[in-house]
């Protein structure tokens, strides 16, 4: 690859430790992709937050790039294994919640904002169309790429780090105009609507992309689609086709600088709808858990959560998961008194996906395809995809 001056000094250590080893990881990785060059990129997302997923090995590696590591541009973080305020009340223990606090230390040393969402686009981390990041986390790399139109490859935790404390990531992948061409067109034939719907359209788009092997889906059909719906959707066919990029006719700003796809089109009707729920739907579920926020819910959809749970009280576990700043915003405007008073908890910082809740629950009812996905795989639930009225009746009733 070929550096400039600046990232030759990194990686000869003369601006200390953590820039060597970051530009060390760097490098390593264009190599592997034969990048030409690193890119100056503005914003960083980083995942691999939770402690469940880290252990002693990752936070030790965290911990040793915190002696004298820095972030270099904003840089956020994604949903880590806990609510920081309200653990306990999340069936939290203890021992993990001091562990869970050492990592999020070790990141606030490096000076990363430590927000803990994975909708970062959607609490101030919000790249323009056209700019290049480095964003972590399957679901915002996907919202990034697609819906704001800004270029991120895929990223781990430790390149996403990397990228931080750099201020660079090398040009290849998606950051490169010729690897954003759309390789499938999908013809909706039916009306999408909801968030549970888009994220039941991302599941069938991401199955049959699986079987093509293919991963840049050009989508036609969609005449409106709100944030809410886009972030489910992404969500949804960044874990079921692996999808980092997707053009939406009418939606996404770069759906008209690609010509559609002419090779391979499919046609998606309202029985391939009705069979994707099915799919996510567990026959014999016995519902003792209900959860809104896969993605981290957005301030309308709290919103919705606090008029449909007004005067009502929840008999199940019921958690809204968001970013603390959208959580700050709910206090603010009487949704937190409302949804608490229900006997609903919000579950900043976190998500039911990630925290440690295995087998603690039966069955989990949600409005996304993505939890459904690790619902099952991850935390060994029955699920259910409803949308959020059926998911807040589901809790009442
Ligand atoms: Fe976010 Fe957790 Fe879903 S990280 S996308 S809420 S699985």
């Not at 305020?85 to 990141?107: C, P, T, Y």
């Not at 895929?154 to 390149?159: N, T, V």
């Amino acid at each position: 690859m070929k550096l400039t001056l600046e990232e030759k000094d990194m990686l000869e250590g003369k601006y200390g430790k953590a820039t060597q080893k970051s530009m060390e990881i760097l490098t390593t990785l264009g190599d592997i992709y034969e990048a030409e060059k690193m890119i100056d990129i503005k914003s960083v997302q980083i995942s691999g937050v939770s402690y469940a997923n880290l252990g002693e090995a990752g936070l030790d590696f965290l911990s040793k790039m915190a002696i004298d590591g820095k972030a270099r541009i904003l840089t956020t973080l994604n949903p880590a294994g806990m609510d920081r305020d309200n653990w306990q009340a999340l069936g939290i223990d203890e021992e993990f919640a001091k562990n869970q606090n050492r990592v999020i230390d070790a990141f606030a040393k490096m000076e990363v904002i430590t927000t803990c969402t994975c909708t970062p686009y959607l609490i101030g981390n919000l790249p323009h169309y056209g700019q290049h990041v480095a964003w972590a986390e399957s679901s915002a790399v996907c919202f990034c790429n697609s819906v704001i139109g800004a270029y991120t490859n895929r990223e781990g935790g430790p390149s996403a780090l990397a990228s931080s404390l750099t201020g660079k990531t090398p040009k290849y992948g998606y950051h490169l105009e010729e690897n954003r061409h759309g390789e499938v067109l999908f013809e909706i034939k039916t009306l999408i609507q909801g968030t549970d719907k888009f994220g039941v359209l991302g599941k069938v788009i991401g199955d049959k992309l699986g079987e093509l092997k293919k991963k840049i889906p050009y989508i036609t059909g969609i005449p409106i689609a709100s944030v809410e719906e886009l972030k489910s959707f992404c969500a949804s066919v960044a874990t079921y086709g692996g999808t980092a990029l997707f053009h939406m006719e009418g939606i996404t700003p770069e759906a008209l600088k690609y010509p559609k796809p002419k090779n391979i089109k499919i046609e998606i009707n309202e029985q391939d709808i009705k069979k994707g729920l099915a799919e996510l739907i567990d026959e014999d579920i016995e519902v003792d858990f209900v959860s809104i926020g896969c993605p981290h819910a957005s301030i309308d959809e709290i919103a919705q959560v606090a008029k449909l749970l007004k005067g009502k009280t929840v008999n199940k576990e019921f958690w809204i998961t968001t970013g603390r700043p959208t959580k700050k915003i709910a206090d603010e405007a009487g949704y937190t008194k409302i949804i608490e008073n229900a006997g609903a908890k919000f579950a900043a910082d976190t998500c039911c996906v990630v925290a440690p809740i295995k087998g603690r629950f039966k069955g989990i009812v949600v409005d996304s395809a993505k939890a459904c996905y690790y619902g099952r795989a991850k935390n060994k639930f029955k699920v259910k995809i409803a949308n959020i009225e059926e998911c807040v009746k589901e809790a009442t009733q």
